[in-house]
T-cell receptor, first 114, second 113 residues
């Protein structure tokens, strides 16, 4: 499978716990995006990497959220001290800069905070 | 920053009829407009896109139109089929060195048999 891969697909956690999600982009895609989607809404931009550099972060990304892409390949999104309001689908997308800007999304990680 | 508005939020059409979804954007620097289809429990899937140097693009039963002057773009689906039922999102992006895709709020399309 050469698409964007996200793990886990589902995560249920207790409020206050930390969670980490992983995204493996399409090989050779140097752009990687994280989005959050709540029920009935469009995806909301969280952050964006060009290779290993995190170039932009949304104001939605509070201090409890951190994202990394250490070697310019896979990325992780960590949420510390989860709150019920963090419950959402977390989507990862990747694209190639310059060779068209088509972004391909993974299946997402659905987080439920109880 | 960019703001994308999408209408309608829900749309029900008879199988075989056409469906039209409309979007507007605010940032004149936006030059790339993708459309995504999202089925339940899945990530958005790119179905068609258009760039600002083109006014219309067609791919089988799907077509997109772009009016840069008015900052409007639309998705047209002809001869709708049951498998077209899904949520559709328009989006806009300025293809600069550091840019993000901004999505509309989505249209839930239902095809009546």
């Amino acid at each position: 499978d050469t698409g964007v891969s996200q793990n886990p697909r589902h995560k249920i956690t207790k409020r206050g716990q930390n969670v980490t999600f992983r995204c493996d982009p399409i090989s050779e895609h140097n752009r990687l995006y994280w989005y959050r989607q709540t029920l009935g809404q469009g995806p909301e931009f969280l952050t964006y990497f060009q290779n290993e550099a995190q170039l932009e972060k949304s104001r939605l990304l509070s201090d409890r959220f951190s994202a990394e892409r250490p070697k310019g390949s896979f990325s992780t999104l960590e949420i510390q001290r989860t709150e019920q309001g963090d419950s959402a689908m977390y989507l990862c997308a990747s694209s190639v800069q310059g060779a068209g800007t088509e972004a391909f999304f993974g299946q997402g990680t659905r987080l439920t905070v109880v | 920053g960019e703001n994308v508005e999408q209408h309608p939020s829900t749309l029900s059409v008879q199988e075989g009829d056409s469906a039209v979804i409309k979007c507007t954007y605010s940032d004149s620097a936006s030059n790339y407009f993708p459309w995504y289809k999202q089925e339940l429990g899945k990530g958005p899937q790119l179905i068609i896109d258009i760039r600002s140097n083109v006014g219309e693009k067609k791919d089988q039963r799907i077509a997109v139109t772009l009016n840069k002057t008015a900052k409007h773009f639309s998705l047209h689906i002809t001869e709708t089929q049951p498998e077209d039922s899904a949520v559709y999102f328009c989006a806009a992006m300025a293809d600069s060195s550091a840019s993000k895709i901004i999505f509309g709020s989505g249209t839930r399309l239902s095809i009546r048999p």
